[in-house]
């Protein structure tokens, strides 16, 4: 895994979408790009980390019964 840089760092991601798609990653705040209104954005490193820690066992979750 790669180390994150500073947090004072935005996330890559940040750099290359509009402004109004800019916020603040829900974990370290980092600058990121957030999805729509009303998500919760993570940086990649955040991301990654998540990935890691739900496993593979946990995908979107389904209300299928
Ligand atoms: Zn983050």
Redesign the pocket.
Known sequence: MTT?PP?TEP?PSALICPGDKIGP??????K?HKYGSGGI???????ESAKTAWGATVRFVSTRP
């Open positions: 994150p947090i996330d990653c829900a974990a370290c705040q980092r990121t954005p993570l940086c990649q490193w955040c991301m």
